[in-house]
């Protein structure tokens, strides 16, 4: 049985706006989940309604098989973390730690192994006597961090908790927070409207769109087995490049030129014959120049940037553009003229009716 069952989960907010539509997820003891997607699709909604913070408008939320929705969020066994991690100004680290179990009685004794045992994990030890105010961001978020995993619950809950550090602490803390996870091993929700942190934390991710779930897979399932054009253009940095195209003799035309479509692109091409479909190809599955068995294009180079580890070569292909991910030592030129080669096995079809993929 799932630790975690939330089951046809809707939230409709009293002015009458449908922010999540049945929601339905198994979540497993232990395991890090992230809701990803754009702002406003639901994934904090979502969240708050797993911490008992917002009431369930229909559905069910299961909690080791007992039914929860009417169970308040201090008896639900989880602890949130949120974007702005609000310490206590007054108090010192050691404090801020301690608080909560002051308030639940727990033993001065207790409490002291508890704030070391915390401390350690997350390497605040020498800092446990300073103020809030003397301390960097990361520090301070892991303090916020610290006072949710103190209590020791089953379901860890974090909302954005990165988004008020500067890059280079989020990439810290994003490790660290993996090493949380790794060392407590208590099951995690966490909300991120960054691909970067979902694909680095999770061991499924949840993409929602307007409410709906797109797509839940493991970040490899996500990256490469794409559910639809909009997980597929979600997930990938630059996205997936798209080119609508219509099949007509199992081919399709792009700038002129026809492309039969083979693999198990060919054997469903029958079924699409005369429609519209994607023709979807990721930025960095391509090679350049022309290579037997490929896709080859033709394109115009028309800008580059060099990023350090890769060079994106944004190019004309006739009357639609892309994108190419390519090593720096051989980008082209500014304005040449160039072919590309992307392998049969790195093109995804989309039917451009439903989105879904082919
Ligand atoms: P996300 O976390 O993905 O950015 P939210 O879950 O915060 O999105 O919000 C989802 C949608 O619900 C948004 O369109 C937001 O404006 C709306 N929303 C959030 N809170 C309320 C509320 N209290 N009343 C009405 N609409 C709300």
Known sequence: ?????LNGINKIYPNGFHAVHDFNLEIEKGEFIVFVGSSGCG??????MIAGLEDISKG???INGVRANDIGPREREVAMVFQSYALYPQMTVYDNLAFGLQLQGVDEDEIEVKVQRVAKILGLTDYL????????????QRVAVGRAIIRRVGIFLMDEPLSNLDAKQRVTMRAEIAQIHRETGATTIYVTHDQTEAMTLADRIVVMKEGYIQQVGTPYELYFQPANLFVAGFIGEPPMNFI???VSGGSIRINGRPYDLRGKLGEKAADYEGKDIYFGFRPEAVV???QPGAYVMDAKVELTEML????NVYVDIGDVNAILKVN?????EMDADISFSIPVESTYLFDAETEMVI
């Open 328 to 332: 720096p030592h051989d980008a082209p």
């Open 60 to 62: 069910e939320l299961l």
């Open 244 to 246: 609508r195209a219509t």
């Open 308 to 311: 350090g580890d890769n060079t």
């Open 1 to 5: 049985m799932a630790y975690l069952t």
């Open 288 to 290: 350049l120049g022309k």
């Open 129 to 140: 006597d300073r103020m809030p105010r003397a301390l960097s961001g990361g520090q301070r």
């Open 43 to 48: 994934k904090s909604t979502t969240l708050r």
